[in-house]
């Protein structure tokens, strides 16, 4: 075959430098896009924070003309739908209703160090370790026995159970103590005795005895429930109250007092200190607002620092050499996708939130049971978009809400068919579950079988396993358990 040439003509997408970074900060956190701005600034000499307006001494009737200003530059905003980087001048009051506060209720804006790192403001929770040291060295005791404490309560988890052996806690002293297992059994009995308590405990059954014997003696169901700590642990939820009467020969009033104590009990001592979800602090990219009975999304962007193009440098160009002008231009040019590109993730972000708002009112409203199934396609084909860049605005994102800050993934659901011929979000189905089983008779739990009947008599036909699958996800035991410690 010889070779030859060929001309074709034809279309392909590149991705510009200026594409790659516009697609980059779309699917940033605002978190995360706060870092990147700050790395921004501090790398390119064109780019400065933006210097908020110094309130300067004028008369009252002046200051009345710049309030109206004021007002009429904010009603401008709310009609375009964004707040001009400007932060909402409504707030949460209560569940449905605003006040003029200019900040959202429960995020934290209304502080007067509002101007300061978000990272200060986060309360400093103490970790389970700090709070048994700080029992530790308050504990008389000899030194050595104070370095076996410490490596006994560097060895406990977030749940306040010991998961290492002795025989290991012996080995991670050395060389600095020699200790035997039995030295170091009797300083964990010291430190089982601190709060929380229940922790230090090597498995569930030591923890709920540990717990046990805290209590009174006197307590009704006290030493059964020991007993059944200490023996049947592990086949209790299916033996029930019967069981457990006929395994420790005991009345059956008796075994349902004790199985009543032992749920009384907590199975998580340590979780009760320092026990803060990793996403409880988040930083919303959005409000959604009814005002006068329409729902309205604004940009919470006045959060983190305003950039600019820094005019001196700016100035500089037309006055610079050859190479210096070169420089700056190149940098210039770079500030000026910067700002554009974040510009554009913040119309990116309207458009799909609005969206979100037109499509999930109901949700709004109601809560869950009304969560209609919607996709990532759905709504990129509404606003013109393709679905990856959806997907990335989606990503990370939150949003201040009637009903609290919610991420943007949980507008999404998928759904299944109905009798009527629409569909039931999986996330409704589940509320639905969860209410059949709130409302059932604790002797006769609903099988999943008989959910199923239920749901489909209510027009959402679901397939026996579908109902088991959903259940598990909302962590519900089946109903033979659920009868038997009822």
């Known amino acids: 075959m010889k070779p030859r040439l060929q001309t074709s003509l ?11 970074q516009a697609l980059h900060l779309l699917q940033l956190s605002t978190v995360e896009l706060e870092t990147e701005i700050t790395t921004a600034v501090e790398s390119n000499p064109l780019l400065d924070w933006e210097e908020p307006e110094s309130i300067s001494a004028q008369p009252l009737s002046e200051r009345g003309n710049t309030q109206d200003q004021d007002d009429t530059r904010r009603q401008d905003h709310d009609d375009t739908g964004r707040d001009g980087d400007a932060e909402p001048t409504a707030a949460w009051d209560g569940d449905d209703g605003w006040n003029e506060r ?23 929770s103490e970790s389970l370790q700090d709070h048994l040291s700080w029992q530790l060295h308050l504990s008389t005791m000899s030194a050595r026995d104070r370095n076996i404490g410490v490596a006994l309560i560097d060895a406990i988890d ?63 169901g006290r030493s059964v429930a020991l007993l059944a700590a200490r023996d049947h642990i592990e086949r209790l939820p299916k ?93 210039l040019q770079e500030a000026r996708w ?51 860049t959806v997907s990335r605005a989606v990503a990370r994102k939150w949003v201040h809400t009637p ?29 639905m579950i969860r209410s059949l089983i709130e409302a059932e008779n604790p002797r006769k739990p609903l099988s999943d079988a008989r959910l199923a009947d239920l749901l489909k008599a209510a027009g959402v036909p679901v397939a026996r396993r579908t109902v088991a699958k959903y259940r598990e996800a909302l962590h519900i035991v089946s109903s033979h358990e659920r009868v038997r410690i009822a």
């Open 10 to 20: 034809g279309q392909h997408l590149v991705l510009t430098p200026q594409l790659r």
């Open 102 to 124: 200019g900040s959202g209720g429960g995020q934290g804006h209304g502080d007067n160090d509002g101007d300061g790192d978000a990272a200060d403001r986060m309360i400093q």
């Open 158 to 220: 977030d749940d306040g159970y010991l998961r290492e052996s002795l025989d290991d806690i012996v080995a991670a002293l050395l060389p600095e103590t020699r200790a035997t297992a039995g030295e170091v059994a009797a300083v964990l009995c010291r430190v089982q005795r601190f709060d929380p308590v229940g922790v230090g405990a090597r498995d569930l059954g030591e923890c709920l005895r540990l717990q046990l014997e805290q209590l009174h003696v006197d307590t009704p």
């Open 239 to 331: 033996l029930g109250a019967p069981g457990l009467a006929d395994a420790l020969g005991c009345p059956p009033e008796e075994a349902a007092t004790a199985l009543q104590l032992l749920r009384s009990l907590d199975p998580r001592p340590g979780a009760q200190i320092g026990n803060v979800p990793h996403d409880n602090y988040v930083t919303p990219d959005c409000v959604i607002a009814r005002q006068n009975g329409v729902w309205k999304v604004t940009l919470a962007g006045s959060h983190f620092p305003r950039v600019t193009i820094h005019r001196g440098y700016e100035q500089m160009i037309q006055h610079a050499g050859a190479s210096d002008a070169g420089y700056l231009k190149g940098r």
């Open 338 to 388: 910067l700002l554009k590109n974040i510009e554009a993730r913040g119309e990116t972000l309207l458009k799909v939130v609005r969206c979100l708002v037109r499509q999930q009112s109901g949700f709004l409203e109601f809560g869950k049971r009304a969560l209609r199934p919607l996709t990532l396609r759905e709504v990129a084909e509404e606003i013109g978009m393709h679905e990856s």
């Open 403 to 431: 009903r609290g800050t919610l991420s943007l993934k949980d507008f999404f659901d998928s759904g299944v068919g109905t009798e009527g011929g629409g569909e039931a979000s999986s996330t409704a189905i589940q509320q």
